[in-house]
């Protein structure tokens, strides 16, 4: 049976609520992690004599099972962990975590109850990697990336640098060319690989786009981490990644049989920002592997060294991205003189500038700076990117979206000039600001001013410039600007429409009707392209690819429509894709078009998050729909008459005052026992009339509500009968089109409003800032002006 992702997710950050509160996130990650990876490894290898991993017996997830509620389960779990690190050599990589750690996991029962917790939650239906019928995307892999972007989050500002987000290493990823490798042979190097996440996006960009399995090689420095990346090349089926446990800078593992560092096709790091300790061990003057031929980097400030170490470490055929603080890019000293030497030889390809906030452990801003050996000869010129401002807010950090990452890409790779976002900037002109890179310098994307005009404000009318300034609606809709304007004197333009029918004229209009029409047509299009494929989902079927191939012709197709940006239009698909559509077609890859079986239900139960209600009631029962709203209408009719009543003679001293409850309440009870209290009391006459005129809107508001629960029930009873008949094909409509198909064209809808929005709510800003001139204001002052000293006057008061 299909668990839904996002259930998954769930399940597995649950097992770090067994774990809280005996230790922080950066050191439970490794319990969760360790565990993670017993359960991948005894599902995927245990049995398999051929296999690069080994699970001897004992060894297993299967016997961590067998110990729930054992009074030894933390000290057998270790043992178990240890058995599986012997057979393997992974002793001091996966049993950096103490099981039987009674500080951190409680004692006696405690002990017993959370680790039984822990292991029972890795024991679901969930995490079977065994029978897993959508392993090609890696659904492990994106557990992994859930758990340790969450890790990050909840490790603090000091202890969350052994993550790499995972929207950043793929755009470092794409940008370096992986996509483009030829070779199995060729290799790809993290001279500071952490868990090893950005390696692990390096190497699976090129494997999913060419098939070939790069060599990986890493070195970290810190223990717990180094054994972290080790572990996870093993979980993500790189079992034979090369993982050393090193300073890179000190002591550099990776050399050739001359001695000299090895040289690698691909490079990506994302070393610890300005570290000033990056000499310690050795002395940078005396280098033996000439790395720092281009200068020597200040001594408290090591982010050159990175740099210069991963130069140094590239053939000459090789390309690099590394991510490094922005003031790597304008410091002075000796950063500036190494800076202005890798630029004349053309080593610097292109910049990327990022949002801040992005990264775990610092709030400062960075870039991405790529290595380009091969093209640096003839380089004339450096490509910048100033994406600083394409994000979204996550929690206390900020976001690439998929539209900012697909964005950056296609500018750096395509060499793609966009306005206040990319451009390349020949070398002569980097030459004149002294080789300073500081991107503001080069791409301007300050927001032009709205200036006022004095003259408009005196004289009345619209600056014909500011109406020139949305020329851009007027390529697409020529004959619309001449509908809502006319000229007034040179230069001036006034309205020829009221202000409140700016939006209305706009939208009668037939050219901005062609334009909608042209909009939906190039959905249409991609909706009619794509509907056989929806609907031919079937059992096996690779989720992210389908998406893929959605997004990236959705894309394509927009790029096409003037005044829409087709990156946001992307955006929307992206987003449904996590909200929903992922959901279910995961769970259509694995069950099948099955309308009557959900995920834990009983058989005959359907299944509502594939397939709601609703929409069976749209399709099949629109009458009997439209039936219900009209019974609700009446009876919200007779609650508001009920309300009015209320509000005229409930108060303190009103005739219904003595009816309510003592919580203040008109009931049904408490009028009938009102009218029986005051049935022989003559002088009650208008109190009764009242409490008798509510009893009756009670007994009314009753009997409507009675009717529309009959009707809500009959309904309901007709919709799970539906589901019983529903055939494959009306299944499929209903998904595909109604739900799917249906949500993804409101959502290209709400790109059109925001351009008739944008537009018409400029003009209106341009009518009402010059609707009143100077003079007219002036002259409406004077006018009351005499009318208050004519009252004054009057009043006795001298003027």
């Given at each position: 049976?299909?668990?839904?992702?996002?259930?998954?997710?769930?399940?597995?950050?649950?097992?770090?609520?067994?774990?809280?509160?005996?230790?922080?996130?950066?050191?439970?990650?490794?319990?969760?992690?360790?565990?993670?990876?017993?359960?991948?490894?005894?599902?995927?290898?245990?049995?398999?004599?051929?296999?690069?991993?080994?699970?001897?017996?004992?060894?297993?997830?299967?016997?961590?099972?067998?110990?729930?509620?054992?009074?030894?389960?933390?000290?057998?779990?270790?043992?178990?962990?240890?058995?599986?690190?012997?057979?393997?050599?992974?002793?001091?990589?996966?049993?950096?975590?103490?099981?039987?750690?009674?500080?951190?996991?409680?004692?006696?029962?405690?002990?017993?109850?959370?680790?039984?917790?822990?292991?029972?939650?890795?024991?679901?239906?969930?995490?079977?990697?065994?029978?897993?019928?959508?392993?090609?995307?890696?659904?492990?892999?994106?557990?992994?990336?859930?758990?340790?972007?969450?890790?990050?989050?909840?490790?603090?500002?000091?202890?969350?640098?052994?993550?790499?987000?995972?929207?950043?290493?793929?755009?470092?990823?794409?940008?370096?060319?992986?996509?483009?490798?030829?070779?199995?042979?060729?290799?790809?190097?993290?001279?500071?690989?952490?868990?090893?996440?950005?390696?692990?996006?390096?190497?699976?960009?090129?494997?999913?786009?060419?098939?070939?399995?790069?060599?990986?090689?890493?070195?970290?420095?810190?223990?717990?981490?180094?054994?972290?990346?080790?572990?996870?090349?093993?979980?993500?089926?790189?079992?034979?990644?090369?993982?050393?446990?090193?300073?890179?800078?000190?002591?550099?593992?990776?050399?050739?049989p001359l001695g000299n560092l090895k040289l690698f096709d691909f490079i990506v790091a994302n070393p610890p920002f300005s570290t000033k300790a990056w000499s310690n061990g050795f002395n940078p003057a005396e280098d033996d592997y000439n790395r720092f031929s281009y200068g020597i980097p200040p001594d408290k400030n090591g982010?050159?060294?990175?740099?210069?170490?991963?130069?140094?470490?590239?053939?000459?055929?090789?390309?690099?991205?590394?991510?490094?603080?922005?003031?790597?890019?304008?410091?002075?000293?000796?950063?500036?003189?190494?800076?202005?030497?890798?630029?004349?030889?053309?080593?610097?390809?292109?910049?990327?500038?990022?949002?801040?906030?992005?990264?775990?452990?610092?709030?400062?801003?960075?870039?991405?700076?790529?290595?380009?050996?091969?093209?640096?000869?003839?380089?004339?010129?450096?490509?910048?990117?100033?994406?600083?401002?394409?994000?979204?807010?996550?929690?206390?950090?900020?976001?690439?979206?998929?539209?900012?990452?697909?964005?950056?890409?296609?500018?750096?790779?395509?060499?793609?000039?966009?306005?206040?976002?990319?451009?390349?900037?020949?070398?002569?002109?980097?030459?004149?600001?002294?080789?300073?890179?500081?991107?503001?310098?080069?791409?301007?994307?300050?927001?032009?001013?709205?200036?006022?005009?004095?003259?408009?404000?005196?004289?009345?009318?619209?600056?014909?410039?500011?109406?020139?300034?949305?020329?851009?609606?007027?390529?697409?809709?020529?004959?619309?600007?001449?509908?809502?304007?006319?000229?007034?004197?040179?230069?001036?333009?006034?309205?020829?429409?009221?202000?409140?029918?700016?939006?209305?004229?706009?939208?009668?209009?037939?050219?901005?009707?062609?334009?909608?029409?042209?909009?939906?047509?190039?959905?249409?299009?991609?909706?009619?392209?794509?509907?056989?494929?929806?609907?031919?989902?079937?059992?096996?079927?690779?989720?992210?690819?389908?998406?893929?191939?959605?997004?990236?012709?959705?894309?394509?197709?927009?790029?096409?429509?003037?005044?829409?940006?087709?990156?946001?239009?992307?955006?929307?698909?992206?987003?449904?894709?996590?909200?929903?559509?992922?959901?279910?077609?995961?769970?259509?890859?694995?069950?099948?078009?099955?309308?009557?079986?959900?995920?834990?239900?009983?058989?005959?139960?359907?299944?509502?998050?594939?397939?709601?209600?609703?929409?069976?009631?749209?399709?099949?029962?629109?009458?009997?729909?439209?039936?219900?709203?009209?019974?609700?209408?009446?009876?919200?009719?007779?609650?508001?008459?009920?309300?009015?009543?209320?509000?005229?003679?409930?108060?303190?001293?009103?005739?219904?005052?003595?009816?309510?409850?003592?919580?203040?309440?008109?009931?049904?009870?408490?009028?009938?026992?009102?009218?029986?209290?005051?049935?022989?009391?003559?002088?009650?006459?208008?109190?009764?009339?009242?409490?008798?005129?509510?009893?009756?809107?009670?007994?009314?508001?009753?009997?409507?509500?009675?009717?529309?629960?009959?009707?809500?029930?009959?309904?309901?009873?007709?919709?799970?009968?539906?589901?019983?008949?529903?055939?494959?094909?009306?299944?499929?409509?209903?998904?595909?089109?109604?739900?799917?198909?249906?949500?993804?064209?409101?959502?290209?809808?709400?790109?059109?409003?925001?351009?008739?929005?944008?537009?018409?709510?400029?003009?209106?800003?341009?009518?009402?800032?010059?609707?009143?001139?100077?003079?007219?204001?002036?002259?409406?002052?004077?006018?009351?002006?005499?009318?208050?000293?004519?009252?004054?006057?009057?009043?006795?008061?001298?003027?």
């Amino acid at each position: 049976m299909a668990i839904k992702k996002s259930e998954l997710y769930s399940s597995l950050w649950k097992s770090c609520d067994e774990l809280r509160g005996g230790m922080d996130a950066s050191q439970y990650k490794d319990y969760v992690l360790v565990l993670l990876f017993v359960k991948y490894v005894s599902d995927k290898y245990a049995g398999d004599p051929n296999s690069l991993i080994e699970v001897p017996a004992g060894g297993s997830f299967a016997d961590m099972v067998a110990l729930k509620g054992d009074k030894e389960i933390g000290d057998k779990i270790n043992q178990i962990i240890a058995r599986l690190a012997e057979a393997n050599n992974l002793t001091g990589v996966i049993d950096v975590a103490d099981f039987n750690d009674q500080e951190k996991l409680g004692k006696g029962k405690e002990m017993v109850d959370r680790l039984s917790n822990l292991v029972s939650i890795f024991n679901t239906p969930g995490l079977d990697f065994r029978s897993n019928r959508a392993q090609g995307d890696d659904i492990l892999g994106d557990a992994y990336e859930y758990l340790m972007r969450h890790f990050a989050t909840e490790s603090g500002k000091s202890k969350g640098q052994f993550y790499t987000p995972a929207e950043v290493s793929r755009i470092m990823a794409q940008v370096i060319g992986l996509a483009g490798a030829t070779d199995s042979k060729q290799s790809i190097y993290d001279p500071t690989c952490g868990s090893g996440s950005l390696l692990l996006k390096a190497h699976d960009e090129a494997k999913s786009t060419t098939g070939l399995d790069l060599a990986i090689y890493g070195q970290e420095m810190d223990n717990a981490t180094s054994a972290l990346a080790k572990m996870n090349m093993i979980l993500h089926d790189c079992p034979t990644a090369e993982i050393w446990k090193d300073n890179s800078l000190s002591a550099p593992n990776w050399k050739d049989p001359l001695g000299n560092l090895k040289l690698f096709d691909f490079i990506v790091a994302n070393p610890p920002f300005s570290t000033k300790a990056w000499s310690n061990g050795f002395n940078p003057a005396e280098d033996d592997y000439n790395r720092f031929s281009y200068g020597i980097p200040p001594d408290k400030n090591g982010d050159y060294a990175f740099l210069l170490h991963m130069l140094t470490s590239l053939k000459s055929t090789g390309k690099a991205a590394v991510i490094l603080p922005h003031g790597v890019l304008f410091r002075g000293g000796a950063e500036g003189v190494i800076r202005k030497r890798i630029l004349q030889q053309g080593y610097i390809q292109a910049i990327i500038g990022l949002p801040a906030n992005l990264f775990f452990g610092t709030s400062i801003p960075a870039c991405i700076i790529i290595l380009d050996k091969a093209g640096s000869a003839g380089r004339k010129g450096l490509f910048l990117i100033d994406a600083s401002k394409g994000f979204i807010k996550d929690g206390n950090k900020n976001r690439l979206r998929e539209q900012d990452i697909h964005k950056i890409i296609d500018a750096c790779t395509q060499q793609r000039e966009l306005p206040k976002f990319s451009r390349l900037v020949p070398l002569a002109e980097i030459e004149s600001h002294d080789f300073n890179l500081n991107i503001p310098r080069y791409i301007n994307t300050s927001e032009a001013e709205d200036l006022q005009d004095i003259e408009a404000h005196l004289h009345g009318g619209i600056p014909e410039r500011d109406v020139d300034a949305l020329q851009a609606y007027w390529e697409v809709m020529p004959n619309l600007r001449s509908a809502l304007f006319a000229p007034q004197r040179p230069g001036y333009l006034q309205l020829k429409v009221m202000q409140a029918e700016i939006k209305p004229s706009i939208f009668a209009h037939p050219e901005f009707t062609s334009f909608n029409q042209t909009i939906s047509g190039l959905f249409d299009a991609w909706r009619n392209e794509h509907r056989p494929r929806l609907q031919n989902i079937a059992i096996g079927d690779r989720p992210k690819p389908l998406l893929n191939t959605l997004a990236e012709d959705l894309l394509h197709r927009f790029e096409a429509a003037p005044l829409l940006d087709a990156y946001d239009v992307y955006q929307h698909l992206q987003d449904y894709w996590y909200a929903t559509l992922q959901d279910d077609v995961y769970q259509l890859v694995i069950d099948g078009w099955q309308p009557l079986i959900a995920s834990g239900a009983a058989k005959g139960e359907p299944n509502t998050d594939l397939l709601s209600p609703d929409l069976i009631v749209r399709r099949y029962y629109a009458a009997e729909a439209a039936a219900i709203a009209e019974l609700e209408a009446k009876r919200d009719a007779i609650s508001c008459e009920l309300e009015e009543l209320d509000e005229e003679q409930g108060s303190e001293d009103g005739p219904l005052a003595e009816g309510k409850t003592d919580k203040g309440k008109l009931t049904a009870a408490s009028v009938k026992a009102r009218l029986k209290a005051i049935k022989k009391d003559m002088d009650a006459q208008e109190e009764r009339q009242a409490l008798e005129q509510c009893q009756t809107l009670i007994e009314r508001e009753a009997e409507a509500s009675k009717k529309v629960k009959a009707a809500q029930k009959a309904l309901e009873a007709k919709v799970q009968s539906r589901y019983a008949q529903l055939s494959e094909a009306e299944l499929k409509n209903l998904v595909v089109d109604d739900k799917w198909l249906a949500t993804l064209q409101v959502d290209v809808q709400t790109e059109l409003d925001r351009v008739s929005q944008a537009l018409s709510g400029r003009i209106r800003q341009l009518a009402e800032r010059y609707a009143a001139p100077l003079p007219a204001l002036s002259a409406e002052v004077e006018v009351l002006a005499a009318k208050v000293n004519e009252h004054l006057a009057k009043m006795g008061f001298a003027v």
